[in-house]
């Protein structure tokens, strides 16, 4: 595995010899952002780590989203309005106006710790093979709070565990190294499930990791992306781990169009698995919301059926919660 690496000045040196350079890159793209987009936009600005460019991208939003970027008077806000295309590959162009030395993402719907940004810059400054770091993550809605993540911390746990399908690293607590798009062209999947050949592509050149502090707030409700495109997400997933196989046993590339292929000629048996892992994944999300606003009877039904539609990921994903759960009380 090739590593990246950046050497150079500390933090502070950097912030003392640039002013005009930003040291971090914030990248985020919204549609429809409604109620939530400003509490997502207020946590960047209330950063304890100010030396910054933020990136917006309105991906053609029918609400009130662009009319309030454009009243937002920040001068590092930089804000793109572009016709509804989604997230993946549209959005690659604009990852490459970043100009910062990291870049860090996150969802118009949920909100940074105020820590988050200086916390992940300090970590990439002191582990120059890290090519890309997350974080533990907390889920709240507006009526309740969920249990805070136990993601594994270290390279070979992150990637052994998405090479077998688990959710090890969450795409929106990211941020990595601005290099990482000399040797990969952005998101390689397009819709939902592009998160996880990006990250997957991102370990092919350096490794993973997480912070072990929570730095991220994931929300959860009613209109949230957590439950859609699953079905989408299960091809993005296989076709991930698939293009991550190849590349390191051959050093080639997986075109998405000749995986496609292969997926949409999958028997009935292997579609009906793809449907019910799908199922599952909703079912499972909406049970955790239902836990968090105390509706313990749908809880509890829809984690039942999660279980009975996908045994192994929703016991796993259950037993990892309660591990968490003990270890914290």
């Known amino acids: 595995m090739e590593e990246l690496q950046d050497t150079g000045a ?4 950097a912030k003392k010899d640039d002013q005009s350079q930003p040291f971090v890159s914030v990248f985020m793209s919204v549609y429809n952002g409604g109620d939530y987009l400003a509490d997502a936009v207020e946590s960047v600005l209330n950063q304890t780590y100010q030396n910054y460019e933020f990136i917006i991208v309105n991906d053609g939003s029918k609400d009130g989203t662009a009319d309030y970027l454009d009243a937002l008077k920040d001068e590092r806000i930089k804000v793109i309005h572009q016709e509804n295309q989604g997230l993946g590959k549209p959005l690659n162009k604009w990852m490459r106006t970043c100009e910062g030395k990291y870049v860090m993402r996150l969802d118009a719907d949920d909100i940074c710790h ?6 992940q810059v300090e970590f990439l400054e002191a582990n120059p093979e890290v090519i890309l770091v ?5 889920m709240f809605s507006e009526k ?6 136990s993601l594994f911390t270290d390279h070979e746990s992150i990637l052994g565990g998405m090479l077998n399908g688990w959710h ?7 941020m990595w190294r601005r290099t990482l798009l000399n040797h990969i062209p952005g998101y390689a999947f397009s819709g939902a499930g592009e998160d996880w050949s990006f990250l997957l592509d991102a370990a092919r050149f350096g490794k993973l990791a997480n912070h072990p502090d929570v730095l991220y707030y994931y929300r959860l409700h009613g209109a949230s992306n957590a439950w859609k495109g699953a079905k989408r997400v299960q091809a993005g997933l296989t076709y991930a781990i698939r293009r991550y196989e190849l590349f390191i046993k051959t050093g080639e590339e997986y075109p998405l169009d000749d995986f496609m292929k292969e997926w949409n000629q999958r028997s009935l048996i292997k579609v009906l698995n793809t449907e019910l892992q799908a199922m599952s994944a909703v079912l499972y999300r909406k049970a955790m919301l239902d836990n968090m606003e105390g509706r313990k009877v749908p809880y509890f039904a829809r984690l039942g059926m999660a279980a009975l539609l996908d045994p192994a990921k929703t016991v796993g994903a259950i037993r990892k919660k309660l591990k968490v759960k003990v270890r914290s009380s």
């Open 10 to 13: 500390s933090v502070q040196a």
């Open 114 to 119: 105020e820590t988050r940004m200086q916390k």
């Open 134 to 138: 997350g974080s533990q993550i907390q």
């Open 144 to 149: 309740g709070k969920g249990s805070v993540s």
């Open 168 to 174: 090890t690293q969450s795409h929106p607590t990211i």
